[in-house]
């Protein structure tokens, strides 16, 4: 996910200092060229797919704050089992 913001922004820089060394363009053509082209749609981009790792980030404090991840490893809420069956007697 990285590599791509990587590249749209190297990509989007290189727009930019065309933009800003061509004959009739300005520093501030490229300024917002960068804003409007690179910054905020990558910033909007990651923002909405860093969300699942927001969720489970949310949820991992929730529960460690509640004590639940500590007291039961496999988070089911289940009961802990014998761990050897009981002996059976014969009649």
């Known amino acids: 996910m990285y590599l791509v ?3 749209w922004i190297y990509v989007v820089v290189l727009m930019a200092l065309a933009e800003a060394m061509s004959d009739g363009g ?3 053509g490229a300024t ?3 804003l409007f ?3 905020l749609p990558l910033g909007v981009a990651l923002y909405l797919l860093g969300t699942p790792a927001r969720r489970s980030a949310r949820r991992r404090a929730a529960l460690a704050s509640a004590g639940v991840g500590s007291i039961d490893p ?3 809420g289940h009961p802990a089992g ?3 069956a009981s002996e059976r007697k014969e009649i």
């Open 32 to 34: 917002i060229t960068f």
């Open 37 to 39: 082209y690179g910054a």
């Open 82 to 84: 014998d761990a050897v």
């Open 26 to 28: 300005t520093w501030l």
């Open 5 to 7: 913001a990587i590249a």
């Open 74 to 76: 496999d988070c089911s």
